[in-house]
């Protein structure tokens, strides 16, 4: 086999909640030598869907494979396949397994899982595997090299025979992937195209074929960088993920959609996090049931707001939802002088408070400023007032939660948005919505910036955005545990 040679940027994605597993293959990576100079592709880490989304949308990044943990729960960890089918399709997807997984083999290969590992799982382990090429025939391989012989080189003016032009030669309707991204996988979901110098479309391979490491290796050689599949052969096999997911699922009615019933489903990433840094489980399981019940008020607002119908249909805002409901319980407690009816309120808010983010590209939903284009900054500094209109618009929310939505991402000294609100003062619900964000934030740059400690960076920058009830209640949460 022709060993592929990595880009600078290749990665592994492991999609896991389990901080330990992700440091042990962290350590595997670099006591194998991984780090500076090291051309193997950099182990990457994410917990959450919303996580994913923006991770696969990053520029300059080729995943060479993904590795999902069905731990993060039905239905994130379908959502997340669907993701890496959406955002790199080809790319080759495993699971991990910690016990029995209820996965027949059919259904594996029909949501496009090249493997299921066994944990633990060592980073040369899930390396060499990935790039294994297993299950392709002779046959396959000379199939392909007919077709490929038929393109000759991407120089080459045009295919030797008429049958193998793309039935459109329209390129908006196609979308290009890249050819690291395909090299492990055993087969192909799409039909995949060559653009030629002529920039005239051929296609190289049908859907269910293999495109073997070498055949990739040779399109390197003859500088092509990406294939190209058609956008609507995405888009079918997206809905058919779906179908596959729905019934997996054994729920009509669940596609990659959702119930609020089994809300906790949708905390595992936070509650991990939880876990890790010692809070204890009965102050994480008041904080659960609390989110169950704030859910429940959530599902009666629903009957009067499309916009938040479409909120708890959205598994990546589902999540988040769940993660800042979650945090504020915890914080909450520590701050003195809050009525029952403001508590209520609390959750309410934090359930609520990204409502204008669902249905946004992934960079707008995971709030990354420093990923967005000028357009995605519009529309992110625009969504706490279009989310307090349309919370204003539904029955039953509380002017309170109205005017905290609004007001979620302003900070003290006139810092965050919308800047023509900008106060020195700052509604202390608002606030803390505020501070769950930030932290989640800081949670999420941990898991890239090994060694960063999310708890310790609030501690030292809080002071300077929120006021000193809020900022007391982080600080005494975390040192209470
Ligand atoms: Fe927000
Ligand atoms: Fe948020």
Redesign the pocket.
């Known amino acids: 086999m022709v060993a592929p040679s990595f880009t600078r940027q290749a990665r592994l994605l492991f999609v896991d909640p389990d901080e330990e597993f992700c440091s042990f293959i962290w350590r595997d990576y670099t006591e194998a030598g991984g780090g500076a100079g090291d051309t193997n592709p950099v182990p990457v880490f994410c917990d959450s869907l919303r996580d994913v989304q923006v991770r696969l949308v990053e520029p300059r990044c080729e995943y060479h494979a993904i590795f999902v943990n069905p731990s993060l729960g039905d239905p994130v960890w379908q959502a997340v396949l669907r993701a890496a089918h959406r955002y790199c399709p080809g790319v080759p997807l495993y699971l991990l397994s910690e016990r029995g997984l209820r996965l027949r083999q059919s259904e594996a290969d029909e949501l496009g899982i090249c493997g299921i590992f066994k944990k633990p799982l060592s980073y040369s382990k899930a390396l060499s595997a990935s790039m294994q090429v297993e299950g392709r025939t002779l046959e396959d391989e000379a199939r392909v090299d007919a077709r490929i012989e038929a393109v000759g080189t991407p120089e080459a003016a045009r295919p030797r025979s008429h049958e193998h032009e793309a039935e459109s030669q329209n390129l908006s309707e196609y979308m290009e992937v890249n050819l690291g991204a395909i090299a492990g996988a055993p087969r192909s979901h799409f039909d995949l195209y060559v653009q030629l110098s002529s920039g005239r479309l051929v296609r190289v391979l049908h859907a269910g074929d293999v495109l073997a490491a070498e055949r990739i290796e040779g399109y390197r050689q003859r500088g092509l960088k990406a294939l190209c599949i058609r956008k609507v052969d995405q888009e079918k096999y997206l809905s058919f993920c779906d179908g596959i997911i729905s019934g997996i699922m054994k729920d009509d009615k669940a596609q990659v959609s959702v119930k609020l019933s089994n809300i906790s489903k949708y905390g595992a990433s936070t509650l991990s996090f939880l876990k890790s840094v010692g809070i204890e489980d009965a102050t994480i399981d008041r904080a659960v049931r609390y989110v169950e019940q704030t859910a429940q008020v959530v599902e009666q607002i629903a009957r009067s707001s499309e916009d938040v119908s479409r909120l708890i249909a959205d598994v990546a805002s589902l999540e988040h939802s769940v993660a800042v409901s979650t945090l504020a319980a915890l914080f909450m407690r520590h701050i003195g002088g809050m009525n029952p009816a403001l508590i209520a309120t609390v959750g309410l808010a934090a359930f609520l408070?990204?409502v204008a983010?669902v249905g946004e590209s992934p960079e707008v939903q995971n709030?990354s400023e420093v990923l967005m284009t000028p357009e995605q900054l519009i529309v992110y500094h625009a969504?706490?007032d279009v989310g307090a209109r349309m919370l204003a618009r539904a029955k039953g929310v509380p002017e309170m939660v109205i005017s905290a939505v609004g007001d979620?991402?302003l900070r003290r000294r006139r810092g965050g948005f919308p800047v023509e609100r900008a106060t020195d003062e700052v509604n202390r619900l608002a606030e803390l919505i505020g501070l769950c964000?930030d932290f989640l934030a800081a949670v999420q740059r941990s898991k890239v910036e090994r060694g960063f400690d999310p708890v310790e960076y609030l501690s030292a920058t809080a002071p300077k955005s929120f006021s000193e009830p809020v900022v007391d209640a982080f600080v005494r949460t975390f040192a209470a545990k």
């Open positions: 408070h990204d983010l709030e969504h706490p979620h991402h964000h």
